[in-house]
C-alpha cells in the first residue's frame, strides 16, 4: 500500500512540472553581440521603456481639491443681471369696492391688512370715512388728519 502512495505522489509531481514547464511562455533567444572595442564610445539603443511620455491631460489622482482653470478668456463675459425691481409698499388703506345694506351704502375698505365695512362717520385703525359715492369713489380722514381720496380700483 505505501508503494502504490510512492508511486502516486511521484506520478503527481511528475505531472505538475510538465504541466508547469508548458504553462510558460518562452523567452526570445538573445543574440550574442560582441562587445564594442574600447577606443570606441558605448552607444546605448533608444527602447519604447525610455522614450519620454506625453504630458497628461489631467492628474488622475487629484480629487477637485483645487478648482479648474477659469475660461474667462475663452468665454464672453455675461454682463450682472440687473437688480430687481424694488416693490412699492402697499398703501395702509385701499377702497375695493361698495355695498348697499338697508339702504345705506358702506364702503369696502382694506385697512392695515383687515377688510372693513364703513359707513358715513364711521372709523377703523384711524382713518374715518367723510364721504362715499359709487361713482367717484370716497374721502377719508387720515390718523394724521389729512383727507384722502380713492378711487374703485379697477
Known sequence: MRRRAAVGALLGVGLAAIAFALG?????ERALVAAPAAHEPRSVPESPATAPEPALARNPFDY???PP???????????????APTLMPEPPVRLTGFVRKGGKVRAALFVRGEMVLLGIGEASNGFTLLAADEDSGVRLRDPQGAELVLAVEP
Request: aromatic content about 0%; cysteine-free; charged content about 20%.
Open 24 to 28: 510558460r511562455t518562452p523567452q526570445p
Open 69 to 83: 482653470p477659469s475660461r474667462a478668456a475663452d468665454s464672453p463675459r455675461v454682463s450682472a443681471l440687473a437688480p
Open 64 to 66: 477637485a481639491d483645487v
